[in-house]
């Protein structure tokens, strides 16, 4: 019994090592993405967004927001325009995302307690630019209209003092919870390098039964006397070794050098990312079972693999998916993980909480793993009743 299973091991780690594109997509693909996106939000939060102001007023009160302006961290006033029209065209041309209007006798309207309007115009195109100049607007329009309504009661007599305290008697303090400095590396790297970690992954289990000599490889090992149960657990044993050992300098790189949060402990960490690796590894393995050669199995591993993350709710919640749509999602073991594993870096809800998706990915391990065995029972490579 262990001679067989010793065998088998060696056996099936000499092909995973013999394939050198496998290898080389396994060892150097998920550590090579975790860098790449590493580097492209280094700088963690966008700032410094161009803004563009057209002053058609030129008062002291317009000139009052545009030092607000110009003050705010995250806006930067990149140019200055005289009519509406060239800065609509520097939107166009990308050279600015944010254009300030300030209209004729704004500071004569100011003072005469009229309504007015400045017009705020973002480029919505880029999404993250968008929301970022959309908060910083924000906390100028609220600091400008304070000190315009502090102005306000003192001109009727009121007290600057007791002024300044209307102004401030209820107050809304914002504080982010687990992500205190707002970090989109802290969000968006660790997603990104596992998502490359899992398509990795659900290509090399896609090779589980076609990639080494096609299903010729299976009827040679039936021959040898191999009973099924030892065949399935060597195979999926050194898949699923491989993949918990690909994805240890990952965490290494991610936690200890790059300093990502991580609420939970190692020990619950690897043993949710050992249940996924499992869940993974069965669904590969079902698609290698009904794919008549290598380019077919990994054809369907990348159909599941390449848009699982896109509707696992981690990028885009799944909440504001049609119903439907979010049924589809749960069925893959990638939502359940991506879901899972952003619980346990940020917030480490506990083991009553995260007991329901430990148990989905072992369900779904048993269901894909049952599904391989029948369909390699109908093709007639293991005999019946051998798992």
Known sequence: MLKQCRAVLERELFYMWRDKSLRHILLIGPLLGLLLFAGVYS????????????????????????????????????????????????????????????????????????????????????????????????????????QVGIQTLIAQGIQPNQAQEAYQSIAFPEEAWFNPTLNYAYFTVLGFALNIWQQCLTLAACMTI??????????????????????????????????????????????????????????????????????????????????????????????????AFVISGYTWPLEAMPQWFQHVAWLLPQTWFFQGINYLTFKNPGWGFMSHYYLALGLMAVLFYSAAALRLMVENLLPKGGI
């Open 210 to 307: 076609i990639g080494e000599n096609g299903l010729a490889s299976w009827f040679q090992i039936k021959t040898s006397g191999i009973s099924s149960a030892v065949l399935f657990f060597c195979k999926s044993l050194v898949h699923i070794g491989v993949f918990m050992l690909v994805v240890l300098p990952l965490y290494y790189l991610a936690f200890v050098v790059f300093k990502l949060p991580l609420a939970c402990g190692w020990l619950n960490l690897l043993s949710f990312t050992l249940i996924f690796t499992i869940a993974l590894h069965s669904l590969g393995m079902m698609m290698s079972s009904i794919s008549r050669n290598a380019v077919n199995a990994t054809r369907y591993g990348m159909i599941i693999a390449l848009p």
């Open 43 to 146: 700088y963690q939060r966008i700032g410094d967004i161009p803004t563009g102001i057209v002053d058609l007023d030129n008062s002291s009160t317009s000139r009052l927001v545009v030092s607000e302006l110009k003050n705010t961290q995250n806006l930067q006033a990149a140019a200055y325009f005289d009519s509406f029209a060239q800065l609509e065209e520097s939107i166009k041309r990308g050279e600015v995302i944010v254009g300030v209007v300030i209209p004729d006798n704004f500071g004569k309207n100011v003072a005469l307690h009229r309504q007015t309007k400045v017009a705020v115009f973002i480029d919505g195109m880029n999404m993250a630019y968008a929301t970022n100049a959309s908060s910083a607007i924000l906390t100028v329009t609220r600091t400008f209209g304070a």
